[in-house]
């Protein structure tokens, strides 16, 4: 039973009965009606909608494994590419719009925030479908606004409109700087779509296409909240839940598609790829340290984002467009599971001076060492990166450092029984880099046919040099050693901390108006 005052209208006033017996209301199954009528079949429509174009895009992706191809010249093109990120699209949405109906029930503005979220799946689709440079541009900025708007659904809430002017002022300048390098790609080739750009940016000035891949890589930068353009993304939880998943699930991710669908602007000097690699690695490893100081499941998730995307964007700058959409689909299904789960992972305890975590102690630390190094041999094995001496080597080391986290915060739960933190590591692990490594040899066949995503970096040393430094600062923040400075966790909890001006303060600002 759920306890709390009723109200009852009395002489035009509304008065609070005391008693006991009076105060029980009882608990609804369902979806709840709306303060505005209960007969809204908005949610209702739009999810089975949602769910039909999941179906059709499924139905396209098989459609394209068999031969086909389509598109509208000049407008859109219906690629690997495109049919990939429709069925993961619409399948992230259907989940959103299925938790919704029930997570928004009762709140008088669900038509508002349906419409929303559907209006931002058509136009993820279209943006991702989109071969002509205006549409790309229009849907990148129309994709950017309807976010904001579902950051700011709580109208009432001040912290909730401050936050989405804040995204807000983020994603215009990444739709500014997208502007910018279409428009210098069409002075420069004269072609107004993609595929146009693709076939004629060989012959175009160097300087030109310089500025063009900077200012794509900067939005994507900006799209996907990578270090330091972190900050609409820790200052957005006041996001309805749902639309939270949304975001990390999908919008994020949509800094790498940018990069893949210009792969041949941003390919075009490896100098630039380096540089690519090297925001990759800045990001992965800030996020990974800003996680490390945050306490709030919401912000640790955040922050996880921006660590992870920062990965997507090493792979991509590795030459690896492939893993970059393999691991934005995955991270997408982990994240947006994290965020619709987060409301279980919140727990009211009293200090018990027990700790749950502790050393791994000589044999933990040789099943870690065992199985990180297995899984990267089984991934190499498996997919043939890392068998030679070329970027396959970096992104097969991104896949031991992974296994090795996961590893090491299973073998180091002192709650878990020896045999269940030793035993089941490798049974666990090695099977989901079986996994892994399948979608990611199905994606990279989907994407194959795109231009420039099937060239990998060369190694040079500058890369060794990085990739050294990457791995012993991600064990080292993995084994807590940044913990021992002060200055530097002061520093980071300032870096991680989100505008003041979108913070709830105190419990009766969450009530729903």
Request: net charge positive; with cysteine; aromatic share 8%.
């Amino acid at each position: 039973m759920i306890w709390g005052p009723v109200w009852f209208p009395c002489s035009g006033r509304l008065r609070m009965d005391q008693t006991m017996s009076e105060r029980r209301q009882a608990t609804t199954v369902g979806q709840l009606p709306t303060p505005a009528g209960g007969d809204s079949r908005v949610p209702a429509t739009l999810t089975w909608l949602v769910w039909l174009l999941w179906v059709a895009s499924s139905i396209a992706l098989v459609a394209h494994l068999r031969g086909g191809a389509w598109d509208l010249a000049g407008v859109a093109v219906v690629d690997g590419l495109t049919v990939v990120m429709w069925v993961t699209v619409t399948f992230f949405s259907g989940i959103v719009h299925s938790y919704s109906r029930r997570y928004m029930a009762g709140n008088q503005n669900i038509d508002r925030f349906f419409g929303r979220v559907f209006a931002f799946t058509l136009v993820v689709m279209v943006l991702v479908a989109a071969d002509n440079l205006a549409l790309f541009g229009a849907a990148w900025l129309v994709m950017g606004l309807l976010m904001a708007a579902l950051i700011g659904h709580v109208q009432e809430w001040s912290q909730a409109q401050t936050a989405a002017s804040l995204a807000r002022r983020y994603f215009l300048a990444g739709s500014a700087l997208v502007a910018v390098a279409l428009a210098a790609l069409w002075w420069v080739t004269g072609a107004t779509t993609t595929s146009g750009v693709a076939s004629a940016v060989g012959t175009a000035p160097p300087a030109v296409v310089a500025l063009a891949a900077g200012t794509l890589l900067l939005a994507a930068m900006v799209q996907s909240a990578l270090v330091p353009f972190h900050a609409w993304l820790l200052s957005s939880m006041t996001a309805p839940t749902p639309a939270s998943a949304l975001m990390h699930a999908g919008f994020v991710n949509a800094g790498g598609v940018l990069l893949v669908r210009f792969a041949p602007v941003v390919t075009a000097d490896a100098r630039f790829m380096l540089a690519v690699v090297l925001v990759g690695v800045a990001s992965a490893l800030g996020g990974k340290l800003l996680k490390s100081v945050r306490a709030d499941v919401k912000s640790k998730l955040g922050c996880s984002t921006v660590g992870q995307m920062g990965f997507m964007i090493m792979q991509a700058g590795l030459g690896f467009f492939g893993a970059a959409i393999t691991h934005l689909i995955l991270h997408g299904f982990y994240k947006a599971y994290q965020f619709l789960a987060s409301g279980s992972r919140v727990k009211q305890k009293r200090p018990t001076g027990a700790k749950d975590t502790g050393s791994a102690g000589p044999a933990g630390i040789g099943v870690i060492a065992v199985t990180a190094l297995a899984g990267g041999a089984l991934f190499a094995v498996l997919t043939g990166k890392g068998t030679k001496l070329d970027g396959g080597l970096l992104l097969t080391l991104i896949v031991v450092l992974t296994v090795l986290h996961a590893a090491r915060g299973v073998v180091t739960r002192t709650s878990l029984p020896p045999t269940l933190r030793y035993g089941a590591v490798p049974l666990v692990a090695l099977p989901a880099i079986t996994i892994y490594a399948a979608v990611f040899r199905a994606i990279e066949g989907l994407v194959a046919g795109l231009p420039a995503v099937g060239q990998p970096a060369e190694l040079t040393v500058v890369h060794g040099v990085i990739a050294a430094t990457f791995a012993v600062a991600y064990v080292a923040i993995d084994r807590g050693v940044h913990r021992r400075s002060r200055r530097l966790y002061v520093a980071l909890l300032n870096v991680s901390q989100p505008s003041s001006d979108t913070l709830l303060t105190s419990t009766e600002e969450y009530n729903e108006y």
